[in-house]
T-cell receptor
Framework: EAGVAQSPRYKIIEKRQSVAFWCNPI?????LYWYQQILGQGPKLLIQ????????DSQLPKDRFSAERLKGVDSTLKIQPAKLEDSAVYLC?????????????FGPGTRLTVL | DAKTTQPTSMDCAEGRAANLPCNHS???????VYWYRQIHSQGPQYIIH???NNETNEMASLIITEDRKSSTLILPHATLRDTAVYYCIVRVKQAGTALIFGKGTTLSVSS
């Protein structure tokens, strides 16, 4: 079974520029999560989708961050404009509702550096 | 905020058992204890979870105290590939529940 795919793996941008990250979850996984992981800290949830609907975006800085999952499969996370403090690893995860362990499967992440 | 407390770092010799403690004194009756680990430059990986009974799988064992206020993850024969950050998380076992991570324990396994 293929895992969660993310691209790009690395991105370097100047502050005030825009950037987008892409995530392809495991086939059949209806729930998709985006986490932000700042160096030295654990991942923090940004947004959670159930199919193509938003379940929780309470910690998403909506003035600069946006995310979508139009067809209930792939998802994109965008930052516009980026700030220095957005430098982090952005992790995508997916899970299958009803699965016994409720295990979340994570992608390798996108490492963003804002200069 | 995370509801768990873990040591910042631990060391273990290769081939020995690694015992990683976690305190979760405010755990609710319907919350499970989950463990994930994150190897360098990878996303977190599920290890094991439990409610009140001890659990074992091919990766590790989970020992939960009778009062459920603390637990220990045991890697019976640590290898160099077990070097990672280990996260202890308490959460309800409900589909679609997000994970709340703390800072975890950095386990360093050396030869």
């Amino acid at each position: 079974e293929a895992g969660v795919a993310q691209s790009p793996r690395y991105k370097i941008i100047e502050k005030r520029q825009s950037v987008a990250f892409w995530c392809n979850p495991i086939s059949g996984h209806a729930t998709l999560y985006w986490y932000q992981q700042i160096l030295g800290q654990g991942p923090k949830l940004l947004i959670q989708f159930q199919n193509n609907g938003v379940v929780d975006d309470s910690q998403l800085p909506k003035d600069r961050f946006s995310a979508e999952r139009l067809k209930g499969v792939d998802s994109t996370l965008k930052i516009q404009p980026a700030k220095l403090e957005d430098s982090a690893v952005y992790l995508c995860a997916s899970s299958k509702p009803g699965q016994g362990e409720n295990e979340q499967f994570f992608g390798p992440g996108t490492r963003l550096t804002v200069l | 905020d995370a509801k768990t407390t873990q040591p910042t770092s631990m060391d273990c010799a290769e081939g020995r058992a690694a015992n990683l403690p976690c305190n979760h004194s405010t755990i609710s009756g319907n919350e499970y204890v989950y463990w994930y680990r994150q190897i360098h430059s990878q996303g977190p990986q599920y290890i094991i979870h439990g409610l009140k009974n001890n659990e074992t799988n091919e990766m590790a064992s989970l020992i939960i105290t009778e009062d459920r206020k603390s637990s220990t993850l045991i890697l019976p024969h640590a290898t160099l590939r077990d070097t990672a950050v280990y996260y202890c998380i308490v959460r309800v076992k409900q589909a679609g529940t997000a994970l709340i991570f703390g800072k975890g324990t950095t386990l360093s396994v050396s030869s």
